[in-house]
């Protein structure tokens, strides 16, 4: 079975994620084949081979980033004292998801899918996932859960929320375990690769 997990990062949380995931896919399945991209250099047509893709980004102003949320975000990082800077993550200015949907090929076979996004906790403070699950959708797969989302500090710059790493791990163990009764099932065409 491969699995691909693909992320977009500006601070490093939602990467930190990522990992969580990745570990959690390897907990459920020892023998998957996991690979962890980042969305700059994920290539569309591979990921989507992938028996299972889950896609995750950071929230920006409600949604999934955009070009302007990103500079916004760099360009805030810029301006502070040396000493008070993050490292940003490569590729931190772009492309993000939202760009990377354009070159993803339609899945056209319910290929289980799953989508995550890192926020803040606050009320009415939106979340990239649902809206990721949303594109998943309209490319053909079948996305096997609700949008799930991963709290960060309310400085919105992180770390993570404590535990949320290890809920990200159970979480990518569940969808592994759900995702192997869809893939594996006699009426669907193609079985997991056993890569
Ligand atoms: C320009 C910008 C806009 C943001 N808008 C929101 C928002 O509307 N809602 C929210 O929950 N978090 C918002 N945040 C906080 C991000 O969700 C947080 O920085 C992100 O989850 C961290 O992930 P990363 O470290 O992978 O970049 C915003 C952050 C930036 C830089």
Known sequence: MRVAVVFESLYGNTHEVAEAVAAGVADARPDAQVELLRVGDAN????????????????????????????????????KDPEERHDLEP???????????????????????????????ARMAGGAAPGIARRLRHHGYEVIADPEPFYVQDNGEGPLKEGETDRARAWAAGLVR??????????????????
């Open 178 to 195: 759900q995702a192997v009764t869809i893939v594996g099932s006699p009426t669907r065409t193609g079985a997991p690769t056993d890569r």
């Open 44 to 79: 569309p047509q591979r990921a989507a081979a992938a028996d299972l893709l889950i896609v995750g980004g950071p929230t920006h102003m409600r949604g999934m980033t955009t070009g302007l949320s990103r500079k916004m975000g760099v360009s805030a990082e810029q301006k």
């Open 91 to 121: 590729g931190a200015e772009g492309p993000g998801v939202r760009d990377w949907f354009h070159e993803l090929p339609e899945a056209g076979d319910h290929r289980p899918a799953a989508a995550f996004d890192t926020r803040i906790g």
